[in-house]
């Protein structure tokens, strides 16, 4: 069909076919990109992409068409329904031979989740390094129940094993926009915040007061999670019992 414009959100599977099908093409490929855009005078499409660890934005141009952009999930917020809009929507059907196929899954293992995903969940409350270890987040699972959200964690809690990965909240876990994302013992290290920039507020306990979390967050607690956590959660319980 001949498109301008190819584009693949950055899911598991689009993080594979992006490159391939760039490569196939013989195409550059603007790869996790936040926003794009169309350069008015070239047409060409603009994108806005994390670099450095997400301690600076890029703005990469796609000069050879077709332009292959992968965006990164919830990069966007949906537009309310418009039904003055129209789009077209055309099937392409596809039939491959399976001797084609030159990768093969040779097993599936499926993760048992209970209560809210994390990507959809309106409240985060995700544990750092600073927590000491898997017990606390039984703590942080409590404080979650109450407001009816999802427990995530940094990737330090993650890579020392206290968490399942899927926990993981950050450049390389999942990106969250909640409504309300309270972090314990995050230090809000620059991997960490692009994967929540998108919280519409952060709340921030964290016993060090220059931790980077604070230039972050909207509202901040500066004490021991031991004595915080147990304190807001008693306060959560009272008011939703009420």
């Given amino acids: 069909v001949s498109p301008r414009v190819i584009l693949i959100a950055r899911t598991n599977d689009g993080r594979e076919l992006a490159p391939r099908l760039a490569f196939r093409l013989d195409v550059g490929l603007a790869q996790d990109c936040l926003e794009i855009s169309v350069d008015p005078v070239a047409k060409n499409l603009l994108a806005n992409r994390p670099v450095y660890g997400g301690n600076a934005i890029a703005v990469v141009s796609c000069e050879q068409a077709p332009h292959i952009a992968a965006i990164r999930p919830k990069a966007y917020e949906p537009l309310d329904p418009d039904p003055s809009r129209q789009g077209q929507v055309v099937s392409f059907p596809v039939e491959l031979e399976s001797s084609q196929a030159r990768n093969q899954v040779i097993e599936t293992v499926k993760e048992e989740a209970a209560g809210v995903k994390l990507e959809d969940a309106r409240v985060v409350v995700s544990g750092g390094r600073g927590l000491g270890g898997p017990e606390p987040f039984a703590a942080l699972e409590d404080l979650a129940k109450l407001l009816g959200g999802a ?32 972090t314990v013992a995050i230090s809000g290290a620059s991997q960490h915040m692009a994967g929540c920039s998108g919280a519409k507020v952060i709340v921030a306990i964290n016993k060090d007061a220059e931790a980077n979390i604070f230039k972050e967050a909207r509202y901040g607690v500066v004490g021991d999670w031991e004595k915080v956590v147990p304190a807001l959660t008693e306060a959560v319980r009272e008011l939703t019992q009420t």
Avoid: E
Wanted: hydrophobic letters at 40%.
């Fill in 151 to 182: 427990v995530g964690a940094s990737r330090a809690a993650v890579d020392s094993g206290w968490v399942p990965a899927n926990y993981q909240v950050g450049l390389t876990g999942k990106t969250i926009t909640p409504d309300l994302y309270i």
